[in-house]
């Protein structure tokens, strides 16, 4: 029991010493995360179709 009391305070000094980020920056790396995922979805689904139409022009 000990040792799990020596973690909760251990957790608790560690997380007095985290830098957080401010809501700028929060809002900054969503939209990058936003952005690259639809351009990852873009980005798939335009080779999705081309393989498709490749694959109807080889049947």
């Given at each position: 029991?000990?040792?799990?009391?020596?973690?909760?305070?251990?957790?608790?000094?560690?997380?007095?010493?985290?830098?957080?980020?401010?809501?700028?920056?929060?809002?900054?790396?969503?939209?990058?995360?936003?952005w690259?995922?639809?351009?990852?979805?873009?980005?798939?689904?335009v080779?999705?179709?081309?393989?498709?139409?490749?694959?109807?022009?080889?049947?």
């Amino acid at each position: 029991m000990k040792r799990f009391w020596n973690f909760l305070k251990s957790v608790v000094a560690e997380m007095k010493v985290v830098v957080w980020p401010n809501a700028k920056q929060t809002r900054t790396d969503t939209s990058i995360v936003v952005w690259t995922t639809i351009f990852f979805a873009i980005f798939l689904g335009v080779i999705d179709w081309a393989i498709q139409a490749a694959l109807k022009l080889l049947a």
